[in-house]
């Protein structure tokens, strides 16, 4: 088993890179004058010569990465998500997602965990944004271990990527040594016939702290770990769907237009079940410390394991 580790997977992100760097050379490494935050300043320090900072001009930054993948290069471009998803949207849908370009767009600081920077930077959007585009791959890993192994998959994926950073540190969950990575593939981490738990990001973990918690109560509960949100597992989906009855999604996120509605539009085509979804209900966030946030909009383990026991007393 690999050893427990507790940090933002915007550092597991900046570390991954810059490794992968030296195996794979066509990798390029874009940031916006974010490099300090979104951590790509250990790329920068490592291979300086293919680093380009573009300034405080997010969509340029996708022109140029753009420009870039049409020369053969695997371009990496990352700022905070509100900015690489929401402000240059129209240039990753025209200038990335319509050729089908290599690129990667890299959203650091997603969602109510960016904190103190307030409801400007806490983008609960960019998943949504980015489902919309015809063929972007959404990932939106845990933690260290499952970052690390989704750079690489974006890497060998040869088209768009949307890659979901978080600010906040998570203690990792996937370190058992019969992890794998899969795209498109969720991950069944605890088992149970009671109600399935489906959760993504941060959220994990919370999920996790909460199966347990019931597990000790008497109440069985199956978490799947959804790390692409598209394409999304279908199958791992509607088996917990027919085996379990009831459905609960856990997303730091606004709950339209994310994981909760992409395991409706399944559910409800191929196997209709009853679904509840934990996430930011239609609303912005606000500036505060992180951990007091999650707790405010119910995406902590205590409200999961709330909700949990009240769609079982239904």
Same mark, same amino acid.
């Given at each position: ?27 390029? %490494? ?48 990352? /700022? ?17 997602? =319509? ?5 990667? %767009? ?10 103190? &920077? ?26 260290? =271990? ?30 058992? &040594? ?54 999304? &597992? ?28 992409? %395991?409706? /539009? ?19 966030? =606000? ?28």
């Amino acid at each position: 088993m690999a050893e427990i580790v507790k940090k933002a997977t915007r550092e597991s992100f900046g570390e991954a890179v810059t490794k992968l760097a030296e195996k794979y050379p066509e990798i390029v %490494v874009l940031d916006a004058d974010l490099a300090a935050a979104t951590k790509t300043g250990t790329f920068k320090k490592a291979h300086p010569d293919r680093f380009f900072d573009c300034g405080i001009a997010e969509s340029n930054m996708i022109g140029i990465a753009a420009g870039l993948a049409t020369c053969g290069k695997i371009p990496f471009a990352a /700022s905070f998500a509100m900015f690489s998803a929401g402000r240059a949207y129209e240039q990753i849908r025209n200038s990335v997602g =319509y050729p089908k370009l290599n690129v990667k %767009v890299v959203g650091s600081h997603a969602g109510i965990s960016v904190g103190e &920077d307030g409801a400007t930077h806490q983008c609960n959007e960019d998943i949504a944004l980015m489902r919309t585009i015809p063929g972007m791959v959404v990932l939106n890993p845990a933690d260290h =271990y499952e970052m690390l192994a989704a750079v690489e998959a974006a890497v060998l994926h040869k088209g768009p990527v949307y890659l979901r950073l978080g600010r906040l540190a998570a203690e990792s969950i996937n370190n058992n &040594d019969d992890y794998h990575f899969e795209l498109g593939k969720g991950i069944q981490l605890h088992d149970g016939n009671d109600i399935t738990v489906v959760a993504t990001g941060l959220m994990v973990g919370e999920a996790l702290k909460a199966v347990k918690s019931l597990e000790e109560q008497g109440v069985h509960a199956r978490l799947i770990n959804i790390h692409t949100i598209k394409p999304i &597992d279908e199958e791992i989906i509607i088996k917990a769907a027919k085996e379990t009855g009831k459905i609960i999604t856990v997303e730091e996120h606004n709950v339209i237009g994310g994981l909760g509605e992409a %395991v409706c /539009s399944v559910l409800s085509e191929k196997c209709p079940t009853p679904v509840r979804k934990i996430g930011v209900y239609d609303r912005y966030g =606000y500036s505060g410390p992180a951990v007091d946030l999650l707790k405010e909009f119910g995406l902590c383990a205590e409200n999961i394991e709330k909700v949990i026991k009240e769609e079982l007393a239904k």
